[in-house]
């Protein structure tokens, strides 16, 4: 296959050309072909663009792993249109900023997220998007199936250039934002993959990550560009990953560090060597749980990566860690990527700083932050991307990731904004003051804890506190631990010093929402 396409409906007509009946993608048990995609894509494109979508509309988003929703990417991608991915779990508030800021022609919603949607709509500014409903029908509401049926395009070829999608990253001390990811840009991201053979030509991959997230978004990308075939599970079951891979005979998994925790923490049995897994990427994991994987599941674990939605990835590792700590790999050769002061000096080697990225092709990261201009200039001051995190490198030239420089945290595989947390808890009565940071998890990650001080004579229960959480929050962004306080430590002026509520969080006084028995079990996510 040729590697001069550079948009992605030139990848999946050239696939499709080359054997319309090989598998792309699966949501069950039956395998959908890379032909059925692309018929159905253009199909939907022809659909949308009678409804009124043009190139450049932005097409929001909201259903779980389905195949309309690798329909829908590839629609837009040939379309011009921008689809704009939301996390399922959003409601309120959080739901609605993160429409608001992409102000889409359209909203597809499967049947949950029409219930989210409710009174959002009647907002000014989204009052005239089209909801198009996935699943039962819905008043004022297109019914995605009647735009299937027929193909004919009428609008301009597609250019490397033309934004395919926005994926929001989460805000670290601001708002979320919404990153603009270009045709060339998705097209560029296997390069890596297929590099350090974490795909490869003919692979099955299970990979039960949501297709609204930048790594999944990768594999669908990777089964297009370098020939393979992606399984997307709804959800990650530990205990059931290994029946799950036998059935569909996966050569690969696909997913994130915690969920190679999760697995080692299920019962040890004689079959769990009874499977085709041949590699299994999990980013990050430690090196003794990366050895432990290994021994115990019989295949081999790539955990060496750093990157972010902006620029995916930046580092790699060349071959499997044997590293003591966990490392990040070494700069993928499109990228520049150094260390800098807060000076944006290059820091010499073993120095803690920032990670800075510069591009050294055309697409190799994202093309901004989508109506955040001054948050873009910011992010690219002296030529080179600032990701907010901070790590070092060693003589050979293999990153080290150490922290977020930002207040950021990371829970159930999701990244969170400390300040949408609070803005959250505020709107109830009872909160004066709230303060949100990370403290240590048991597994990997974070858990998140709430420092709340409380309005005059004011004093809510801890059900009572919990299901303001529950109502105003994803489930994921839920603190575990609370903790009433008088007051938050602040410098001189204002700013509340999160550092010293780490220091010392776990007190007396915190209480463990999990331990009294408030938890937010699956069924009850959305």
């Known amino acids: 296959m040729t590697n001069d396409l550079v948009t992605v409906p ?46 450049g509309d932005r097409i929001a988003s909201i259903m779980t792993n389905r195949v309309e929703a690798v329909e829908l990417f590839f629609a837009c991608a040939e379309l011009g249109a921008i689809q704009v991915p939301l996390n399922v779990f959003l409601k309120g508030e959080f739901l609605r900023y993160q429409l608001l800021d992409a102000g889409p022609r359209a909203i597809v919603a499967d049947g949950s997220a029409i219930g989210a949607l409710d009174g959002l709509l009647d907002t000014a500014d989204l009052r005239e998007a089209t909801l198009i409903a996935l699943d039962e029908p819905v008043a004022d509401a297109v019914a995605c199936g009647d735009l299937f049926g027929e193909e004919d395009q009428t609008w301009p070829e597609p250019k490397p250039t033309d934004l395919s999608c926005i994926l929001y990253t989460s805000g670290t001390t601001g708002l979320p934002k919404g990153c603009m990811i270009d045709s060339g840009y998705l097209v560029h991201m296997p390069k890596a993959h297929r ?26 990308m990777d089964a297009v560009v370098i020939g393979c075939r992606v399984a997307f599970d709804a959800e990650f079951s530990a205990s059931a990953t290994l029946s799950r891979a036998r059935q569909l005979g996966a050569t690969q998994f696909f997913g994130v560090g915690a969920m190679a925790v999760a697995l080692l923490a299920t019962p040890a049995s004689p079959d769990d060597k009874d499977h085709t897994i041949d590699r299994a990427v999990f980013v990050p994991v430690a090196p003794r749980a990366q050895h432990e994987f290994e021994a115990r599941f019989g295949c081999l674990v790539f955990c060496e990566g750093y990157g ?25 050769p499109w990228l520049d990527v150094q260390v800098v002061d807060d000076d944006d000096n290059v820091l010499p080697v073993g120095d803690v700083g920032e990670i800075v990225v510069r591009p050294l092709e055309p697409h190799s990261m994202f093309a901004g932050y989508w109506r955040k201009e001054a948050d873009t200039v910011a992010a690219w001051r002296n030529l080179r991307h600032h990701t907010g995190d901070l790590g070092y490198f060693d003589e050979d030239g293999t990153l080290y990731f150490v922290d977020r420089k930002k207040d950021a945290l990371r829970r159930r595989g999701e990244n969170v904004s400390s300040v949408e947390v609070e803005l ?15 403290v240590p998890a048991e597994l990997s990650e974070d858990e998140i804890k709430a ?17 303001h959480f529950r109502d105003v929050l994803p489930y994921y962004a839920v603190p575990r631990y609370v903790e009433y306080v008088d007051q938050l430590p602040a410098n001189a002026v204002g700013r509340v010093q999160k550092h010293k509520l780490r220091e010392e969080w776990n007190t007396g006084a915190t209480v463990d929402f999990r331990q009294i028995g408030l938890v937010i079990d699956r069924s ?3």
């Open 424 to 438: 959250a808890i505020a709107k109830h009565p009872a909160v004066a003051q709230v303060a949100v940071h990370a």
């Open 195 to 220: 590099m350090h053979e974490w795909f490869k030509q003919g692979d099955t991959s299970l990979c039960p990550l949501p297709l609204y997230h930048g790594f999944a978004i990768s594999a669908l």
């Open 308 to 332: 972010q939605t902006e620029v995916l990835p930046a580092t790699m590792g060349v071959t499997r860690t044997r590293r003591d700590k966990p490392s990040a790999g070494k700069a993928v």
């Open 10 to 55: 030139a990848w999946l007509a050239a696939r499709t050309q080359q054997d319309p009946a090989a598998h792309l993608v699966t949501f069950g048990d039956t395998w959908v072909s890379v032909g059925e995609v692309r018929r159905r894509a253009r199909e939907l494109a022809t659909g949308l663009f009678r409804s009124g979508i043009r190139p």
């Open 524 to 526: 009850s996510r959305r």
């Open 451 to 467: 420092c709340i001080v409380l309005q005059p004579g004011a004093q809510p229960t801890w059900p009572e506190l919990f299901q």
